[in-house]
């Protein structure tokens, strides 16, 4: 399809969902029409529907926490890219498959058997073990930024941003002087989790992997040479993982593990900020960061949803649902589901029901779970730590995405605390 056609279509597509979405659809206010600064009030409106809601968008929506998990765990319902819901035709910038999809191809979309043996190859990277030996480097990179700033700064350009990436270059094996860069890519390749929407969005998606991908292959020729102790090494060496599979893993490595964790240090400061009960405890208990990060996950999760579909025609809570569907399941809608949390709309880190969904469950859930968490949680304790009266200094701007939530910039100040004072 030309870039014109696809154009008028997305124009016409647009019309009609604003018109559904005027009319109340739950379904066309939450992916039909802006990003809203607030989708929490459309998660209830799902919620006060129906435990399964048809939409217009040719899609099912369900904010039950119950429903959520059940079909997470059915392999009856498989995954498919959130960006299915989006409006462009993202088929067209495979360019004949040229490009690898790191959202289509990766084993975040696969079913098993494809599934489990990708999975299998990179898990021991994420394994309690795995994740000890990481912890002191996690905790060096956050000193190392913070020593960076000093008097006003972005909480997410200057250091929300900067951790997570160095944590997957180290991981993958890229070498220091390509952070900035990869850096770029990461960024660019949040469109392939949210879906382009809009033909400019597609433009920055190819060009970001193209880029990426011509880097990797040069890293896989390095690696191939000089093996270290990396991923890539490994996958490198082990001879049956041809070059698709190795590119969209170590792609979905960045996808998934990047902008996701630097929403949820966004997202625990702005809550911390927010709490006046909350800073004192942290500030006075550093290891109340692990509940403070929890809280964040279940309250205001980086991920809001994810979609499956059945494999076959299926009859769920008492509607048929045709085979292919997709199936909005909102995590952010379930993590306030009141069956589940008591006073779910309001943020108490020492809550004792823990069963959120911002990892997602079932075959998918989270590898890169516990390192979000450690991340996040050094993160908050390096920062609260040096800046105890943090505050936000400016007008903070969300980032542009339904799947995705999370503050892009998040000007901060607060006097710069010598170890002295802080223990003191
Ligand atoms: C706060 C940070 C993070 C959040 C909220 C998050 C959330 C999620 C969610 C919701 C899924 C499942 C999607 C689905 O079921 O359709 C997922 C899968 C995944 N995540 Fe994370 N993630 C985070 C950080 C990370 C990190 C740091 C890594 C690794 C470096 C990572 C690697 C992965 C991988 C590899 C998958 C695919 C698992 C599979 O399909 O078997 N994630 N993540």
């Not at 014109?4 to 206010?29: H, S, T």
């Not at 990396?230 to 060496?237: E, I, K, R, T």
Request: aromatic share 6%; with cysteine; proline share 7%.
């Amino acid at each position: 399809m030309s870039d014109l056609k696809n154009a008028a279509l997305l124009l016409l597509g647009r019309l009609i969902v604003r018109f559904e979405a005027l009319r109340g659809d739950p379904g066309a206010r939450l992916f039909g029409t802006a990003v809203s600064r607030d989708p929490y009030p459309v998660y209830e409106a799902v919620r006060a529907k129906g435990e399964l809601v048809h939409s217009s968008m040719r899609l099912f929506m369900t904010s039950s926490h119950a429903l959520c998990d059940r079909i997470l765990r059915d392999p009856v319902f498989e995954a498919v890219p959130a960006g299915a819901l989006s409006p462009v035709d993202v088929a067209e910038w495979r360019e004949g498959r040229r490009l690898v999809n790191p959202v289509d191809e990766s084993f975040l979309v696969l079913s098993p058997p494809d599934h489990t043996r990708l999975r299998r190859m990179v898990a021991p990277w994420f394994t309690p073990r795995g994740l000890r030996a990481r912890a002191e480097f996690v905790d060096r990179v956050v000193d190392e930024y913070l020593d960076r700033v000093d008097g006003p700064f972005d909480l997410v350009g200057d250091f929300a941003a900067r951790v997570p990436v160095r944590v997957i270059a180290d991981l993958l094996g890229v070498p220091d002087d390509d952070h900035d860069a990869f850096d770029r890519w990461g960024a660019a390749m949040v469109v392939a989790l949210d879906g382009a929407q809009d033909m400019k969005e597609l433009r920055t998606l190819r060009d970001g992997l193209a880029e990426f991908e011509a880097f990797l292959d040069d890293l896989i020729a390095r690696r191939r040479r000089e093996p270290g102790e990396d991923v890539v090494s490994a996958l490198v060496g082990r001879g049956d993982v041809d070059r698709r599979d190795l590119i969209a893993t170590t792609e979905l490595l960045l996808v998934a593990g990047f902008e996701t964790t630097v929403n949820l240090i966004g997202n625990a400061v702005l809550a911390v900020v927010a709490h006046p009960e909350v800073r004192e405890r942290l500030v006075a208990e550093p290891s109340f960061a692990d509940a403070v990060v929890e809280e964040t996950l279940r309250m205001d999760p980086p991920v809001q949803y994810t979609v499956r579909a059945p494999n076959t025609t299926v009859r769920l809570a008492g509607t048929t649902v045709p085979k292919g569907t997709p199936i909005a399941l909102l995590l952010a809608g379930a993590n306030r589901d009141p069956a589940v949390f008591a006073d779910p709309h309001t943020f108490r880190p020492d809550r004792p029901e823990r069963e959120h969904l911002a990892f997602s469950g079932g075959i998918h859930y989270c590898l890169g779970a516990g390192l979000a968490r450690m991340e996040a949680a050094a993160a908050l304790r390096g920062l609260f730590g040096r800046f105890p009266d943090l505050r936000v200094a400016g007008r903070v701007r969300r980032r542009q995405s339904r799947v995705l939530r999370g503050a892009a910039r998040l000007p901060v100040a607060g006097g710069r605390h010598t170890m002295v004072e802080t223990i003191s």
